[in-house]
């Protein structure tokens, strides 16, 4: 029995519920209306968002010339910012601009991505360029200094391993020619010969330590990456922002939540009168 009374009352409530929404449906559906037309103007009315990204790839000679998280930190340095806003003559403010600027790191890589996102296209891409450009500028000075190091030294190496090959080769012409030699007695031939054949060994194991050096420095230049820009960014047809659907959307769930509310206060507030 109490559990039937308890079902009856419930049923009533819901009942009574449904009373008032249906009783208040046209002040509920004018909030609706009036929320849904408001959001869509305003979404009408706010500039198109585009996003742009981009891929660098920093410099690399043995090591990265540039860890990615110090690069990071002079793309976003808040002087070169703001003179970035002073020189394109932006109408946003530093924080603003900050908040546009994604840098993330392609795992395992020493690349980076940067993605733009600001109201036009056009000044997206020179927000980008003027954030990249810098960067891979100067990263490719120390770049190409780097590298003409490795080729100076790669060019003594070159001329000493020259000389090398010809001290093997004039004292292996020593070594050969010795028991021609006339003018010498057995025991002074034996004994030039002993101490080239001593020689020959240090000059060789010199060469190959020469002929090493040189193989590393060039594998090193070949697995050396410059500073570039990996990926150029695309001009994109479409805007990402905003989102004028999911605007309405949102304003419609909430305006239907909050009239109902204010239809349920409405009726409270006229049966407390009574």
Do not use: H
Not at 79 to 93: A, E, F, R, Y
Not at 137 to 149: C, D, H, L, P, S
Not at 200 to 219: A, W
């Amino acid at each position: 029995m109490e559990n039937q009374q308890c079902i009856q009352e419930d049923e009533i409530d819901i009942r009574e519920y449904i009373n008032v929404i249906i009783k208040r449906k046209k002040f509920i559906l004018a909030i609706f209306i009036v929320s849904v037309v408001t959001a869509a103007i305003v979404s009408l009315r706010m500039p198109k968002i585009y996003e742009i990204t981009s891929t660098i790839q920093l410099g690399s000679v043995s090591e990265l010339l540039i860890k990615n998280e110090d690069a990071k930190s002079i793309m976003l340095n808040q002087n070169s910012l703001s003179s970035i806003i002073d020189d394109l003559n932006l109408k946003i403010p530093l924080e603003g601009l900050q908040k546009g600027i994604k840098i993330s790191d392609i795992g395992g890589t020493n690349l980076l991505k940067i993605k733009i996102t600001y109201p036009g296209v056009d000044m997206a891409l020179k927000i980008n360029d003027a954030i990249v450009n810098p960067l891979v500028a100067q990263g490719q000075i120390v770049y190409k200094e780097r590298v003409a190091i490795i080729n100076e030294r790669l060019k003594e190496l070159y001329g000493a391993i020259k000389n090398a090959e010809e001290d093997i080769t004039r004292t292996q012409n020593l070594i050969i020619g010795i028991p021609s030699s006339k003018e010498s007695s057995q025991a002074e031939v034996y004994l030039r010969t002993i101490i080239l054949q001593n020689i020959l060994p240090k000059y060789e194991n010199n060469l190959t330590d020469l002929r090493n050096q040189r193989n590393d420095l060039q594998i090193l230049l070949v697995n050396s990456k410059e500073f570039k820009i990996f990926d150029a960014p695309i001009k994109p047809k479409n805007p990402v922002g905003p989102k004028k659907q999911q605007n309405v959307l949102i304003a419609g769930m909430l305006s239907l939540m909050f009239g109902v509310f204010l239809a349920f206060v409405l009726e409270f507030w006229q049966k407390s009168k009574k």
